[in-house]
C-alpha cells in the first residue's frame, strides 16, 4: 500500500519500475498536467499513444483505486501548482519592494550556506576527475534549469572539444541528440522540483549506455539520484512560485573553477584563439562604447570601405 498521498511523489518514486507505456504516461502528466487533469482514461491514453487499459492499471500501479481517485489527485496537483501563488502573496503581499529585496537575499544567502554545510566534497572531488577523464560531455537540464545547462555547457565548451547541451521538445529528439553516447562519456543532469521526466530519462539512457552519471539536484530523495553514481546536492527550496537557482549556481561556478584549474593550458589557449578570432573578424572593436568630453559616441564599421 502506497502511503504517499502526492501524485508528484508516486510518480518519482515508482518509475524505476514502469513500463515503456507507463513511463510515457508519467513523462505526458509531468509535462502537461493542465491537460491531463481534464482528460478521461481513453482520451489520456489517446494523448499519449497507449491503451485506455494501459491507463488504468497505470493508475492501480500508483496505488489508486482506479482512475476516477487518479484524477482526483491529479486535482490536487494542479491545485496545489495554483497554490504556490497563494503562498507567493502570503509570504510577500505586505512587503514594501525594499523588503522582498531584502528577505529574498537573505534567503538565498541562507541557502548556499546550507548548501556549503551539506555538499559532499569527495561526490564533489570525483565529479571533477569524471568530467576530466570523459571523451564527450553531455549537458542535460530542461524547462527552468535550461539556464543553468547553457551556462554550464558555455564554460565547458571553453575547455573541452566535445561538449554537448542536450535541447528538446520532445523526447524522441533528446534520444536523437544522445544516440551516441557510450561509457567514456559522461552526462550531467540537471533538475529541481518540479523534476523534469524527460532529463530523468536521458540520464536512464546514458545510464542504459553505460556512461557515468553526475546529478547537480535538490536532494538525496530526488529521482535523478536512479542511475547517477556522484551527486552534488544543492537547496533550491521554494519561497514562493520561482525556484531559487542561486545555490546550484553557486555549485556549478565551483565545479567550473575547479576543472579550470586543472585545465589551465587548454583555457589560455582556446582564450588566445578567440582573441585573435575576434581582432581578425572585428567582432567587438568596431561598435566599442568610447566616453568623449561632450557624451558618449559609438564607432561603427565603415561601411564604404573594401576588402584590401
Not at 518509475?15 to 481513453?42: C, E, N, P, W
Not at 521554494?238 to 583555457?267: E, F, G, H, T
Amino acid at each position: 500500500m502506497n502511503h504517499t498521498n502526492d501524485l508528484g511523489s508516486r510518480l518519482n518514486e515508482h518509475y524505476g519500475g514502469m513500463s515503456k507505456g507507463q513511463r510515457l504516461l508519467a513523462a505526458y502528466i509531468t509535462d502537461h498536467y493542465d491537460r491531463a487533469v481534464f482528460l478521461t482514461a481513453a482520451k489520456l491514453g489517446e494523448e499519449v499513444g497507449v491503451s485506455e487499459s494501459t491507463v488504468v492499471r497505470f493508475a492501480s500501479m500508483l496505488g489508486y483505486k482506479g482512475y476516477p481517485e487518479f484524477q482526483r489527485a491529479l486535482e490536487e496537483m494542479v491545485r496545489g501548482k495554483l497554490d504556490a501563488v497563494h503562498k507567493m502573496e502570503a509570504g510577500y503581499g505586505g512587503s514594501s519592494q525594499s523588503e522582498i529585496l531584502d528577505n529574498i537575499l537573505r534567503s538565498d544567502a541562507l541557502r548556499i550556506k546550507n548548501t556549503l554545510e551539506e555538499i559532499d566534497a569527495h561526490a564533489f572531488e570525483s565529479a571533477v576527475d569524471t568530467i576530466l577523464q570523459a571523451d564527450t560531455i553531455y549537458v542535460a537540464g530542461l524547462r527552468s534549469c535550461a539556464p543553468l545547462a547553457e551556462f554550464l555547457g558555455f564554460y565547458l565548451n571553453m575547455m573541452f572539444e566535445h561538449v554537448k547541451v542536450l535541447h528538446t521538445s520532445s523526447a524522441s529528439e533528446l534520444f536523437e541528440q544522445m544516440v551516441h553516447i557510450g561509457e567514456r562519456d559522461v552526462i550531467i543532469g540537471i533538475s529541481f522540483p518540479r523534476y523534469s521526466m524527460r532529463t530523468l530519462k536521458a540520464l536512464e539512457f546514458a545510464n542504459n549506455r553505460n556512461a557515468r552519471v553526475i546529478t547537480i539536484t535538490d536532494s538525496i530523495h530526488s529521482p535523478m539520484n536512479l542511475y547517477s553514481s556522484c551527486n552534488l546536492l544543492a537547496k533550491s527550496d521554494m519561497s514562493s512560485i520561482l525556484d531559487s537557482l542561486v545555490a546550484p549556481l553557486s555549485v556549478i561556478n565551483a565545479l567550473l573553477v575547479a576543472l579550470c584549474m586543472k585545465k589551465q593550458q587548454d583555457v589560455v589557449r582556446t582564450l588566445d584563439t578567440l582573441e585573435r578570432i575576434w581582432d581578425d573578424y572585428q567582432v567587438f572593436g568596431n561598435d566599442e562604447i568610447d566616453y568623449m568630453e561632450d557624451g558618449v559616441r559609438m564607432h561603427y564599421a565603415n561601411l564604404g570601405e573594401t576588402d584590401e
